[in-house]
């Protein structure tokens, strides 16, 4: 593959890795009504790792001595990943609004940037500023509807500061699936990863039982936990991993912006939502955003 080709592949990522990755919003909207959100990141993440576990089983036998090297990374990035960021936005939307979990998330990528320039090294450069505010403001411009007031009223809830802890939890996620060197190959990586995001959940998911709500198994249960483990799950999390591989954690950051359009597509189709001026205005930016962030890139590569 010629290295132009290369870079359109890897650009092209940007924008196919968030439609998977986006329709976590559907089993946040429909799924919560059936399961319980921390029950429902559980299973999710369990069926996950039983999917992928007999492609990878005997590689993984193989490799024991490297995952015991690994195993505490391996289950920071599960916890990170899969745990804060499979639960977490789930908690935030029972007691805050869409409009603030899209606000709070989107703040990611800066986290992803500020923690690799001062921790890792990585070179913050004008352009990549440049597309990092258009594309804050092409979101905001979604998200508050094209009225300012919307922007100045907004009130901050408990659910909040679940949405920013998993805002954190996805830029720590990131940068270390990224910095954080392995000799496993992405699916053996991956297979792990929800295996220890599902043990760090177990003990959460138990007490919800106990203590909050039971889980009903259903037809609608199984409906929604295969559905978010294979589609924001296996395929959202593999072709980010590999759009890292290709870009770097801090370009990569930036499909959460591309993730806010396409979550409002989902909204028009699946839930009768309404797109405006302000949808293909705050597109337009967005996607001029990623452009420039990416164009220094595609010069050094």
């Known amino acids: 593959m010629s290295t132009k080709t290369n870079n359109l592949f890897a650009l092209s990522l940007l924008f196919i890795q968030p439609i998977f990755m986006a329709s976590n919003l ?14 429902l990141a559980f299973w999710r993440w369990t069926l996950v790792f039983l999917i992928l576990l007999p ?8 490799n024991y001595k490297i995952i015991k090297k690994e195993y505490k990374k391996l289950l920071f990035l599960g916890a990170t990943g899969c745990g804060v960021c499979g639960a977490f936005p789930f908690l935030a939307g029972q007691t805050t609004t869409v409009t603030n979990m899209g606000i709070i998330y989107t703040s990611s990528p800066i986290f992803i940037i500020l923690i690799s320039g001062i921790f890792f090294g990585e070179k913050i450069n004008l352009t990549k500023i440049i597309g990092l505010i258009s594309c804050l403001i092409g979101v905001f411009a979604i998200i508050i509807k094209g009225d300012l007031y919307l922007l100045i009223n907004l009130n901050f809830t408990i659910g909040d500061l679940w949405m920013l802890a998993a805002a954190i939890g996805w830029a720590l996620y990131s940068i270390y699936l990224f910095y954080w060197k392995t000799k496993l190959e992405i699916f053996q990586r991956f297979t792990l990863i929800a295996f220890f995001g599902a043990v760090s959940l177990l003990p959460f998911y138990i007490g919800e039982e106990f203590f909050f709500e039971k889980t009903i198994i259903s037809r609608e249960f199984f409906m929604w936990v295969i559905f978010a483990a294979i589609s924001p799950g296996i395929i959202a999390f593999t072709l980010y991993t590999i759009t890292q591989k290709k870009l770097g954690a801090s370009l990569t950051g930036f499909t959460l912006y591309i993730f806010t359009i396409y979550g409002a597509i989902y909204g028009y189709f699946l839930f009768g939502e309404k797109l405006e001026n302000y ?4 597109t337009v930016l967005v996607f001029i955003g990623v452009y420039l962030a990416k164009k220094k890139n595609v010069k050094k590569t």
Do not use: C, M
Request: proline residues 8%; charged residues 10%; glycine residues 12%.
């Open 55 to 62: 492609f990878t089983y005997v590689s993984l036998q193989k």
């Open 26 to 39: 559907v089993v946040a909207r429909g799924g919560v009504e059936f399961v319980p959100p921390i029950s």
């Open 279 to 282: 949808h293909l205005i705050g």
